[in-house]
């Protein structure tokens, strides 16, 4: 028998790279379970979804022992009466293995507790409008009420559209956490997410909606990672660029500034956990909620390019 080839000392070194990027990976989705940003039973149904994946090339025995409720006595009772070997990994397992694996998972977890959904976009592109429908259609999605420091518009309610608050009351809220997020607009007044009824919302199992800028949702992603981000799209740049000078609200000089503005938020949509085009508003609206309720792992939401200006 002639010996095996020797691999060229770069396929060498390029198979030791990826190894060590593959083990990150996996390292990276047992901690994500540890510090429950991810629930076990997304990071399974992500393995199955993508044999290539990280969480596919998991030890089962991994992916258990990261749950912080399990030691390892009783992953060991649950892999025997699993009957999953401790080699096996997630994507290698058969269909029978994978229903045992997901009803063990299920029944640990219980109901899925309710998070929070962002959405935001370019401007003019229909975040409002989007937002209103799914008020007015959707009495079952809450919708979250930023506190502001500017006076109330004609027909604004306090408590429905914005709680209109004093300065004071605003320096008090940043001191106390009670907002998720905030920022001052146009160099003027200050906005903000209180965070209290969105947690308590969310306790109770409740859906929540947040419309809300591009800084903003970076700031609630910063703070609550296991929020989904949603950006909405509109169909081209010519779309947008005619909903904008349409609604005849800005200058010349102002409306150019907002598309100029526009371009960087576009380049920002892959940040997001998914995408959906506004062509219609109730199909856009209806998306939005389909997305909340479905169960969520980032991986189940593929990578999309960013539109051109």
Known sequence: MSPRPIPPDVDRAAASRAAVAARRARAAVKASVADRSRSALHVAEAAWSDAESAEAG??????????????????????????????????????????????????????????????????????????????????????????????????????????????????????????????????????????????????????VLLEIDLQGARSVRAVMPEALLVFLLPPSWEELVRRLIGRGTESAEEQQRRLETAKVELAAQDEFDAQVVNTEVSEAAREVVELMDAPFSRNDFPERGALSG
């Open 58 to 207: 998991l030890r089962v025995t991994e992916l258990l022992t990261s749950i912080p409720t399990l030691g390892p006595t009783r992953v060991e009772r649950a892999m025997e009466r699993l009957a999953i070997s401790p080699r096996k990994r997630l994507g290698g397992l058969g269909i029978r293995q994978r229903e045992k694996l997901r009803d063990f998972l299920a029944d640990r977890e219980g109901p899925q507790p309710a998070r929070l959904t962002v959405l935001a976009g370019p401007t003019a592109v229909g975040k409002g409008t989007v937002s209103a429908y799914i008020r007015e259609n959707y009495p079952d999605v809450l919708l979250s009420v930023s506190a502001t420091t500017r006076r109330p518009r004609p027909g604004e309610v306090d408590g429905v559209h914005y709680y209109f608050v004093s300065d004071e009351e605003f320096d008090r809220m940043i001191e106390t956490g009670e907002l998720l997020e905030w920022a001052t607009v146009h160099n003027s007044y200050r906005y903000g997410t209180p965070r209290p009824p969105i947690d308590a919302a969310l306790a109770e199992g409740k859906r």
